[in-house]
């Protein structure tokens, strides 16, 4: 059979795969790489085949057979907000034209399930728009993979669909091969190991692209119905990805780096651009694009440039940490989306872009809180357009009159309910403090929450009093409060800050200073609130305790890291710095005990300090055994309210083929590791009210 030709919109990485093999280096890196990917790609873990005739299930749902009709009920076998709450998918009715909805979390718009979904205002829309009885099937999950997507994309032909909507595209961006140490092993023989690292994702993403393309094919060719796949934005604008301290160099190149950078935000901060942007490139030279961080200081300097440039910089901020063994929320990056513009009309399905349409309609620079909640999930706005487009593409396949413009199907979209709107506020105000995002959009979110519905105040409240409150979770009324009212998604939040601690108390200090700007607002005293929760007792207060984080929550859920998970008795940092904090009264005696050490593997001469409120109170020496310390704080040093502690580390002195050796032993060992290094470590951390 003969072979198509390949796609043109990749040609951009057959340039690069041409550099790397243009030496003997180069060519045995590219060897390496097809060994690797030969031995553990993605592939082998995807669906082949198209289903037979009677399938027994579709996502949770099981066939049932009653009366002689076949049905599919719904069961316990996940938990229930990670799918529609559809308890029954029934056969379809004559003359109901159906349509299934498939994707990940961006498609359950799980913010605002159950009663508000992107399914529900595409129905709604084609109802109005010309399919009056028109039926869509909401199959989206949360958190869903390209292999469940292809199997339950399959399945649902048992349901008998006039059109098939399928909207992801967003949980692919870590792929690499599952043996991390065949990676790690491979990397090691390389002379450029994080271009062979990308080029290893990148070919895994094209594999995983090809083969969902091929599988939604079969669908439109063997069966005759219509597929179309949107493909998702990302929020450009406002998000920052969290991410290691610096690349993954030789000790003298990350110190370099890290001196660039410091120069940078430095001259930024005074707007010396010209300055700033020397820098940056200087970094850009050092890290080879693997770093977030030096595009968007490009992006700061870039003003005075066309606004496509200056779009193409933030891109390249959202995809710089692909195959860089690390994690970061999802999202759809740039080698994806041209596989998939290039992939899917070769198989005949239908590909609505929402990067280029959502730009062509808004007329904005860039994608943001316009748009989304958070990194990829999108507010009501963003919903109802992206369906109002999935909406025009259906209307013009299944033999309807010509399809309306957008204005008039914006009209037939449903807004979700004013509450509803509130605790999708909320959520994201949370969500964006566990990501570790600027206040200022934290604020922001609380914000919409108040102004969306009374209720947000109620539910920004709970927050705040769930936050401080020393009972257990399910004891805390806030938090009973928050479960029933928030949306899906928030439940996973709650649930995490329930296992891991809960402490949010930059977002607590965010969303009291908007609940303090209402007219008429009865004033909040967190300190009264904190101290009447969780003040210092007597005896020791333990600061380790996860109630006293005051990091992100991801610095202490293991961060932009992947493969460390293993647990342990004291806290290992893979920061530069770790925040905490206490209630006190102003002008109290306090003493602080700390027990550090900086292991060995660290390989630095230089020393850790330890601050309370920024004023340097110790330096911690480089001890690579456990060593103790107590402070008497003087009681000027004490605020009242919310005091801090800080622990910054010194940097690390290690190689990166260190790191790679090391997570080879690990493997060959049976334990997980990480390639980033460790800062520090720290066995206890307490204090006492004199």
């Not at 595209?169 to 994080?194: F, I, K, M």
């Not at 989306?337 to 290039?342: D, G, K, T």
């Not at 904090?581 to 005990?593: D, W």
């Not at 004490?638 to 002195?653: A, C, F, K, L």
Request: charged share 20%; hydrophobic share 40%; proline share 7%.
């Amino acid at each position: 059979m003969r072979q198509s030709p390949p796609p043109d919109s990749l040609a951009n990485v057959a340039d690069r795969l041409a550099q790397v093999c243009s030496t003997d280096i180069g060519l045995r890196t590219l060897r390496l790489v097809a060994q690797v990917h030969a031995h553990v790609g993605h592939g082998s873990s995807l669906p082949e085949a198209l289903p037979p005739a009677h399938i027994d299930r579709i996502g949770i749902w099981s066939r049932q057979m009653e009366d002689g009709r076949e049905s599919y009920v719904r069961d316990e076998s996940e938990p229930g907000w990670l799918w529609a709450d559809t308890q029954r998918l029934e056969p379809r009715k004559t003359g109901t034209p159906r349509i299934v909805f498939l994707g990940e979390s961006v498609a359950r718009g799980n913010e605002y399930a159950p009663g508000y979904a992107p399914a529900i205002v595409l129905q709604s829309i084609l109802r109005t728009a010309g399919l009056p009885q028109a039926e869509v099937i909401d199959l989206a999950r949360v958190s869903m993979g390209a292999t469940q997507l292809i199997e339950v994309a399959r399945a649902s032909l048992a349901l008998n669909p006039d059109a098939v909507v399928v909207f992801a595209g967003n949980n692919w961006s870590h792929a690499l091969p599952e043996d991390l140490r065949a990676v790690a092993s491979t990397l090691l023989q390389c002379q450029q190991p994080w271009v062979t690292a990308r080029l290893l994702a990148e070919r895994s993403l094209l594999d995983i692209v090809r083969r969902l393309a091929n599988a939604l094919g079969e669908i439109t060719r063997e069966k005759g119905i219509p597929v179309v796949f949107l493909i998702p934005e990302f929020n450009l604008r406002d998000w920052r990805t969290i991410e290691p301290d610096s690349p993954l160099l030789v000790p003298e190149h990350a110190e370099q780096w890290r001196t660039h950078r410091r120069a940078a935000q430095a001259a930024c901060a005074v707007g010396d651009y010209a300055t700033a942007e020397s820098a940056a490139r200087r970094m850009l030279a050092l890290d080879g694009g693997t770093m977030s961080i030096t595009f968007h200081l490009l992006y700061e300097c870039s003003a005075d440039r066309p606004s496509r440039e200056r779009r193409a910089l933030l891109e390249q901020a959202r995809d710089a940490g692909l195959g860089q063994l690390r994690e970061y929320s999802p999202r759809c990056n740039d080698f994806t989306r041209r596989a998939l513009l290039e992939e899917l009309p070769r198989q005949a399905v239908g590909v609505v872009d929402l990067s280029e349409r959502l730009a062509q309609y808004q007329k904005a620079e860039l994608p943001g809180r316009d748009l989304f909640l958070d990194y990829v999930h999108l507010n009501a706005t963003g919903i109802r357009l992206c369906m109002a487009f999935a909406a025009q593409w259906l209307l013009s396949h299944l033999d309807t009159a010509s399809a309306p413009a957008i204005p008039m199907l914006l009209e037939a979209a449903p807004e979700p309910p004013p509450e509803t709107i509130a605790y999708a506020y909320v959520h994201a105000a949370y969500l964006n403090f566990m990501w570790g995002q600027d206040p200022q959009l934290q604020k922001y979110y609380c914000q919409q929450a108040l102004e969306a519905h009374p209720s947000g105040k109620e539910m920004l409240q709970g927050l705040v009093e769930y936050q401080v409150s020393a009972a257990p979770a399910r004891l805390c009324q806030a938090f009973c409060r928050l479960r029933e009212r928030v949306g899906a998604a928030a439940h996973y939040s709650l649930d995490v800050f329930e296992r891991n601690g809960r402490s949010a108390i930059g977002l607590v200090e965010c969303a009291l200073e908007v609940l303090e700007k209402r007219p008429a607002a009865v004033p909040y005293n967190l300190s009264t609130l904190l101290r009447r929760a969780q003040g210092p007792k007597p005896g020791a207060t333990d600061l380790l305790d996860p109630y006293y984080r005051a990091s992100s929550a991801l610095v202490f859920f293991g961060g932009p890291l992947l493969g460390d998970e293993r647990q342990r008795a004291y806290i290992r940092s893979f920061e530069p710095v770790l925040r905490f904090f206490f209630p006190c009264e102003c002008g109290a005696g306090v003493s602080l005990t700390i027990t550090w050490r900086i292991p060995r593997e660290c390989r630095t001469a230089g020393v850790g300090q330890l601050y309370v409120n920024d004023c340097l109170v110790r330096e911690l020496r480089n001890a690579h055994s456990w060593r103790t310390a107590t402070l008497s704080l003087p009681p000027s040093l004490i605020r009242d309210g919310v005091n801090t502690v800080t622990v910054g580390w010194p940097s690390p002195n290690v190689d990166w083929r260190d790191r790679l050796e090391g997570l080879v032993r690990s493997a060959d060992m049976g334990r997980t590791s990480t390639l980033y290094p460790v800062y520090g470590d720290l066995h206890s951390l307490s204090l006492q009210v004199k």
